[in-house]
């Protein structure tokens, strides 16, 4: 398994679960052009780890690297994770005739910056592997070529759960960087809809960091002030966070489309009805008015009508979010994962080669 970083990122996370969850007679070894949060994690649970770090943007030496690695090794599969180690693994591939998987594609929609090698990475390799059937569309690829393998959560992550007293009020999380991809201006707007104009006893908390949280924190001052909406700036464990929650709520803005969003999986780990953006991956990790609510891109008054009805319905939101943790066990494990994963490596390895 071959990377650009192993730092605190989703598709890092999941790469760690997989490269130690292969059942036998599957054995992983990591690759990664930089080191991070997820390296000591990879080595503890006693994968081996390879680490090039580049000195320079233009260094070739971890290519080169990279190159001895795979021929020292010969192994069965090379799964790519990362756009850079794709392009750096893929002539080796062809010229030794070692199977390459391009798992590249972690969101449901093309990027906006290096499009062109982002894409041109999911067309290398036997398959294309995406986390989303809405990512396999969104990079276009061909039909035939592509596989999904949905992200698994690692149960253990788990806090020891905390009994809750019933309470009036009706707590809402949203959880995510605070940038130009994640709608927390209309999370701010969905805050004064439903607890200012319709007066319900609603109250959000938003969880995390980022470039807008400044500007965030100041357009909604008066809903901070009068102990609407809270910025809780970043957590260490957000998991212990959600049990002071009643829903999970994520809103994404129309420039980014989701994969397989992390803390949708945390929110319905943590037994909660979630409210979503209906884009990206979305729709195949939430069952509408099931385990919770999808809403427009931009939809201030259908999230706020969600809300609202959660919030009338205290026994339906607990009964989606019942529902919702049970199909987080059934169809993310980590075990599935790993099941899907081996399946797509044993078809590749059967296409000859590349």
């Given amino acids: ?8 990122g989703g598709a890092e996370r999941q790469l760690a679960l997989l490269s130690s969850s292969l059942p036998e007679p599957w054995t992983a070894t990591v690759f990664a052009l930089g080191g ?17 770090r580049r000195r320079h943007r233009l260094d070739p030496s971890p290519t080169l690297l990279l190159w001895r690695t795979i021929a020292a090794q010969r192994p069965d599969v090379v799964h790519s994770w990362g756009w850079m180690t794709c392009w750096a693994a893929d002539p080796w591939c062809r010229l030794s005739g070692v199977p390459h998987v391009s798992g590249v594609i972690r969101r449901g929609n093309r990027p906006h910056r290096r499009a062109y ?30 596989r999904v393998l949905h992200n698994g959560f690692a149960w253990d992550r788990m806090p020891e759960p905390v009994a809750r ?4 009020v009706l707590v809402v999380v949203m959880a995510a960087t605070m940038d130009e991809r994640k709608d927390f201006a209309g999370f701010l707007a969905v805050a004064r809809e439903v607890a200012v104009t319709r007066g319900l006893p609603v109250r959000f908390m938003a969880i995390g960091d980022g470039r807008d949280r400044e500007s965030l924190k100041q357009a909604g001052a008066d809903l901070v002030e009068r102990g609407i909406v809270e910025f809780t700036g970043r957590v260490r464990e957000v998991l212990s966070m959600y049990q002071r929650a009643d829903v999970g709520l994520l ?22 009805p979630v409210v979503c953006s209906d884009n990206g991956g979305n729709p195949e990790l939430v069952v509408d008015g099931v385990t919770g609510f999808l809403a427009p891109v931009g939809g201030v008054t259908e999230v706020a009508d969600a809300i609202a009805g959660l919030c009338a319905d205290r026994a339906k939101a607990r009964s989606m979010g019942d529902a919702g943790r049970a199909r987080l066990r059934e169809e993310f494990s980590i075990a599935r994962m790993a099941e899907r994963a081996v399946a797509i490596y044993d078809e590749c390895r059967a296409k000859g080669r590349s």
């Fill in 1 to 8: 398994m071959v990377c650009d970083s192993l730092g605190a």
């Fill in 36 to 52: 991070g949060r997820y390296a000591e994690e990879i080595e503890a649970l006693g994968v081996p780890l390879v680490v090039a």
């Fill in 117 to 146: 090698l982002m894409v041109k990475a999911a067309s290398f390799g036997r398959l294309a592997i995406a986390n989303s059937r809405a990512g396999l569309e969104a990079f276009g690829v061909k039909p035939g070529r592509g």
């Fill in 165 to 168: 007293q019933p309470q009036d």
């Fill in 251 to 272: 809103m994404t803005s129309a420039v980014h489309g989701e994969g397989i969003s992390n803390s949708i999986m945390e929110y319905m780990a943590s037994g909660l």
